[in-house]
């Protein structure tokens, strides 16, 4: 149990430490979600921004042609993939695009965790935007999917302090799993707060990264069921860093509380399964 705490100590310490590096927001993201914050936006100014860095660009546009977003024919331009897709759809693609890089490791180890732990955020997103153009909350998908997509960030955090103290040699390589994912499971979520707080992100984002763990959820608040649910069905798919295929997603009070049901969410399990996890790569 000492063991534990002094690991603790030493990883917080590096969490507070002036020269410890801190993930960093995608400028382009930044404005992106600026652009498409203003009803006045143009087409033509969308596209001008994507088509600055050729490598988001051509991601989009491989996203968009993914299976899981493809249409009949192939999209050829970016101008093409905002009008197929619209300028909501196109905004979080771009931010997944350019938040894609914060989740690599040259740790080998880490590095395997850190991979899943971005197929776990990403298919959050998706899971819940998915579930609330279900529910009657379309208008606010969008929303959904970044918070899905950042409510774990704070274990990214968490994953480079560790990376952090083992290339200084505080601690040791090799840490048994079950400790590993306690550590973090432990401290991500007010870290993923503070960190989305630093990055300047609506209050929103930055509640649900600190509440999406709690024991109870918040029936008021129906972006943050929405979360919960979607980390919940992750969870029971193994799309997590744990899997507890035990699950029943019905009977939770995720479900019950948005009205969900039992072959909606069948379904929700089905398209994650096939077809997500396609984006992730």
């Known amino acids: 149990m000492g063991h534990e705490k002094s690991l603790l100590d030493t990883i917080s310490e590096r969490l507070q430490a002036e020269d410890f590096e801190l993930p960093v927001y995608s400028p382009i993201a930044a404005r992106v979600q600026t652009l ?14 994507l088509l600055h860095d050729a490598t988001l660009s051509a991601e989009i546009l491989r996203l968009a042609n993914s299976s899981f977003f493809a249409g009949l024919n192939k999209i050829e331009t970016v101008r093409a993939a905002i009008t197929r897709l619209g300028f909501q759809q196109i905004v979080s693609l771009a931010v997944v695009c350019a ?12 590095a395997g965790w850190i991979g899943q732990l971005w197929r776990h955020s990403l298919a959050c997103a ?9 529910c009657g909350y379309r208008e606010r998908a969008s929303e959904v999917f970044l918070a899905g997509l950042f409510h774990d960030i704070g274990k990214l955090v968490l994953f480079k302090a ?6 200084r040699q505080l ?3 090799g840490l048994p799993n079950a400790l590993l994912l306690e550590i973090v499971g432990a401290l991500h979520a007010e870290q993923g707060a503070l960190l989305l707080e630093r990055w300047q992100l609506p209050p929103l984002y930055v509640d649900i990264a600190r509440q999406h763990a709690a024991p109870e959820p918040d029936e008021l608040n129906p972006i943050g069921l929405m979360v919960r649910l979607a980390n919940l069905t992750c969870l029971k798919l193994g799309l997590d860093l744990r899997h507890e295929p035990s699950i ?3 009977s939770t009070p995720e479900a019950a509380a948005l009205g969900i049901k039992e072959v ?3 379904e929700l399990e089905i398209m994650l399964e096939d077809g997500v996890m396609k984006l992730a790569v």
């Not at 006045?40 to 921004?49: D, I």
Request: hydrophobic share 40%.
């Open 264 to 266: 909606a969410l069948a």
């Open 171 to 173: 601690i040791q390589a």
């Open 99 to 110: 938040q894609r890089e914060q989740f690599r490791s040259g740790d080998r180890e880490l």
């Open 126 to 134: 998706v899971a819940g935007k998915w579930i609330a153009e279900r």
């Open 36 to 49: 498409a914050s203003n009803p006045n936006t143009e087409l033509e100014q969308l596209e001008k921004v």
């Open 162 to 167: 560790i990376e952090d103290c083992r290339a």
């Open 248 to 250: 029943l997603l019905a």
